[in-house]
């Protein structure tokens, strides 16, 4: 059975700087005497490549978890802005809230209606009666206080 032949210990030094490191891609090639030509050769080499995928797909998973955990207080604080004495924070608050249930849904890769029965009656990114309702509040009693 043939044995998969394994990156060389310089390619794993490269790969490891290019998504652990402070230095950018010059830098590294540079720190390890690497070519610019001899590195598109690795780039094109199916197990650098993948390795280099593989690194790739983690990083965006660990951004994804980072920004699942604090997406509650990220909407706390727009919440909290809503309310703010500069009406146009205000504003944009509300326009940013009522915009997370699409960035939500298309982050996720599904329907922002998803899981809900009544999905195929309401517009893709609509937002229940109740939620609109407190948003125009909050907009109208801003309003009403820079009159």
Not at 50 to 79: D, G, T
Not at 122 to 137: D, H, I, R, T, W
Request: charged residues 30%; hydrophobic residues 40%.
């Amino acid at each position: 059975m043939a044995r998969k032949k394994q990156l060389s210990k310089k390619q794993f030094a490269v790969i490891n700087d290019l998504f652990g490191g402070e230095l950018n891609e010059e830098a590294i090639l540079a720190k390890h005497k690497i070519s610019r030509r001899v590195y598109i050769r690795w780039l094109t080499d199916n197990r650098f490549e993948a390795e280099f995928s593989r690194r790739i797909a983690a990083a965006h998973r660990q951004s994804e978890l980072i920004i699942a955990k604090y997406a509650p207080l990220a909407a706390a604080k727009l919440v909290q802005l809503t309310e703010s004495e500069k009406e146009e924070t205000a504003r944009k608050a509300c326009l940013n809230i009522i915009s997370l249930p699409m960035l939500v849904g298309k982050e996720a890769g599904r329907p922002v209606n998803a899981g809900n029965e009544d999905a195929e009656d309401k517009p893709q990114n609509s937002m229940s009666p109740e939620v609109a309702g407190k948003l125009l509040a909050v907009l109208a009693e801003n309003s009403g206080k820079n009159n």
